[in-house]
Structures are given as structure tokens and as C-alpha cells.
């Protein structure tokens, strides 16, 4: 395991604390998204979320947020829309950015190969605009399905996001490293560059990211995976969290006919992800842990007070 960053000295706590900052993704993407996040950020079972802008129901995230902006609620830039049966557009007129359809691609490998970079440019700087003056107190950005990171095919967008985000004085989601045999020497290197082009800019990134499947185990089928079971490797990861600040990200929504509709599988996952954010045995966990919970605002504090 490598060490961290200073970046939790800098935050103003002790070396070695670790760290971890819950995060909602997919606010204002459906009803059901809405719903579970505001009521899980009411009740400060997470940190933050990030809203959809182009998808349907981010209006009424942005009102919830708007609303109430003690919260941490960042933009969830968006590159693609994945479902079948649910799209969603661009906010700009940008040919490379669509599929036949005139939705965002369903997958990442086309953005990456399609994507001009002057449209990526102006369609994530409309989404932020957006939620600025829909009254967003905008603590931070970060991306949807990772569409930015150049990870399929090599060709990113990242000098993009850290224009935006210089510019606008806001975090952004990246991961200054990554461990384990899923990080090959390749993907090291390119997340290096990475934080050094973000570290030139002033933005703050984060030590690490990470997550637990998106799919729920077995779905529809004898072996499907009990919420019993996502609990417990959800609590394995937080018993494992390092030193340093990590971001875990979720999808806590409403399991029921609304989301049924608008996604092809793991509806169940994301009701599971809504319970186990605010069970008292995850809570007891993070507590005995040691675990420090923080928000994105205290890193865009940091890049504000700071910046270069």
C-alpha cells in the first residue's frame, strides 16, 4: 500500500488519519435517486452527492440543494447515458458528444473515440453553469461511469475537467494513486501525469477512490445476493480504508416501479446501497474504525485558500 499525500495535514488533522469522504453519485437522475440521497444528506448518513444535469429530474435536485446549501452537492459531469429504455441529451449542440439517437453514447469506449475535445470543453462547462444558477452552492466535480479518465482507449479529458475546475475553484475526483493488481505499471503512470497536471493547476485531488460492485451478485437468480451480504463487504471495505482521504462513491436509491423502468438491472442494489448508508452497523463500523468523515467543501476551502 502506498502512502498518502499531505493532503490530510493540509485538511488540518494528524498524520495518519484516516479519512473518508461518502458520496452519493447520480443525484437528480430519477425520482428515486432524489428521494434517497435527500434524505440521506438530511440525515448526515453521507458527506456529499453530484447531480445529473442533463437528466430529467435534476430540477428537483437543484431545488433540494439550492435549498440547502450547508450540504456538500458537487456536478456529476456527463458524457454518457447508459440505459435502454432512459436518455439523456447534451445541454449544447455538440455532434461528437451524440449517438444516431441524439442521446449521449451508452458506453465510454465511444466518447473516447468520438468526443471532440472543444465540445467535451463547453458541454461540462454548460452542465456546471447549469447548476450554478439554478443556485447550487457547487462544492466539487466529479464524472459519470469515468467517461473523463481515458481508460478504455488512452484518450482523455482531463486537461478539459482541470481547466473547468481551476477555473471555478472546485476539487476534483480523481484518485492521486491507485493500489492492488488491478493498478498495472501503465495505469500508475498515467494517474502520476494526472495528479501532476492537477497539482500545477491547483486543483486538489483525492489519495483514493473506491467502491464496491455495481451489480448486485446473482441478480434474478437463486443465488442472489442478500443485503445481509453487500452489508458485509461493504463493512470489509471500510475496515480497510488506509491513511490518507478516500472518497467512497454509492448509488443509494428508492427500489421500486419508477427505477425499475428507467434502468435495465441492479435496482435492487441501489434500495440495498439506501439501507446500508444509514444501518447502525455501518455506522457503528466507521465509529470504531477510527474513521474521520469529511466533505468536498473542506477541499475546496483548501484549493480556494490556496490556489495558485
Not at 432524489?34 to 438530511?42: C, K, Q, R, S, Y
Not at 434500495?271 to 474513521?291: K, M, N, S, T
Request: with cysteine; hydrophobic share 45%.
Amino acid at each position: 500500500m502506498t502512502a498518502p499525500s499531505d493532503l490530510i495535514e493540509r485538511l488540518g488533522h494528524a498524520p495518519g488519519t484516516r479519512a473518508i469522504i461518502l458520496n452519493a453519485d447520480d443525484f437528480g437522475m430519477c425520482h428515486a435517486a432524489n428521494v434517497a440521497i435527500a434524505e440521506l444528506l438530511d440525515a448526515g448518513h453521507v458527506d456529499s452527492a453530484t447531480i445529473m444535469v442533463p437528466c430529467s429530474w435534476s430540477p428537483e435536485a437543484f431545488a433540494f440543494a439550492a435549498s440547502r446549501t450547508d450540504l456538500d452537492v458537487g456536478v456529476h459531469l456527463v458524457l454518457t447515458s447508459e440505459w435502454t429504455r432512459y436518455r439523456w441529451r447534451p445541454l449544447t449542440a455538440a455532434a461528437s458528444l451524440v449517438d444516431g439517437d441524439g442521446f449521449f453514447p451508452v458506453d465510454v469506449v465511444a466518447v473516447e473515440t468520438r468526443a471532440a475535445y472543444d465540445e467535451v470543453a463547453a458541454e461540462i462547462a454548460a452542465q456546471l453553469r447549469t447548476a450554478l444558477d439554478a443556485g447550487v452552492d457547487v462544492t466539487h466535480l466529479d464524472n459519470h461511469m469515468g467517461s473523463v479518465y481515458g481508460l478504455a482507449t488512452g484518450r482523455d479529458f482531463l486537461e478539459q475537467v482541470f481547466a473547468l475546475a481551476a477555473a471555478n475553484g472546485l476539487p476534483f475526483r480523481l484518485p492521486r494513486r491507485m493500489d492492488g493488481a488491478e493498478a498495472d505499471a501503465e495505469l500508475r503512470d498515467k494517474l502520476a501525469r494526472a495528479a501532476a497536471a492537477a497539482d500545477s493547476l491547483g486543483v486538489e485531488i483525492i489519495d483514493r477512490l473506491w467502491s464496491h460492485p455495481f451489480e448486485l451478485v446473482g441478480e434474478g437468480t437463486a443465488a442472489e445476493e442478500t443485503y445481509e451480504q453487500v452489508r458485509d463487504g461493504f463493512v470489509t471495505l471500510l475496515r480497510a480504508v488506509p491513511a490518507g482521504v478516500t472518497e467512497i462513491y454509492l448509488h443509494p436509491m428508492v427500489d421500486g416501479e419508477e427505477l425499475r423502468a428507467a434502468v435495465d438491472f441492479a435496482s435492487p442494489k441501489r434500495e440495498f446501497e439506501r439501507r446500508l448508508l444509514a444501518d447502525p452497523v455501518v455506522l457503528r463500523v466507521i465509529e470504531d474504525e477510527g474513521l474521520v468523515r469529511i466533505g468536498w467543501r473542506a477541499l475546496r476551502d483548501l484549493q480556494r485558500g490556496t490556489a495558485r
